[in-house]
């Protein structure tokens, strides 16, 4: 899960030849911001089949690639 994430946001967000790891600030370094971020939601809830209530879409949880595995694993299989 933690590549295919990571591997998205490069795709999406990023200029090629780009690269970020599973720790690297997305939302506070300005790489992914708050139209983008509504984009990234979209996308998780439905290759992973999970709602994330809105009150959990914070720009902190989606912060980094290992933040946003956090915030899905949490709805998996609820």
């Known amino acids: 899960?933690?590549?295919?994430?990571?591997?998205y946001v490069i795709s999406e967000y990023l200029d090629e030849?780009?690269?970020?790891?599973?720790?690297?600030?997305?939302?506070?370094s300005g790489t992914v911001d708050s139209f983008s971020m509504v984009s990234?939601?979209?996308?998780?809830?439905?290759?992973?089949?999970?709602?994330?209530?809105p009150q959990k879409a914070t720009p902190e949880a989606f912060d980094s690639v290992n933040k946003i595995?956090?915030?899905?694993?949490?709805?998996i299989n609820k």
């Open 69 to 75: 595995v956090a915030l899905v694993n949490e709805y």
């Open 17 to 28: 030849g780009d690269e970020i790891t599973y720790d690297t600030p997305l939302i506070s």
């Open 40 to 53: 990234l939601l979209v996308f998780l809830e439905n290759k992973f089949k999970i709602k994330i209530p």
């Open 1 to 7: 899960m933690k590549e295919l994430i990571r591997k």
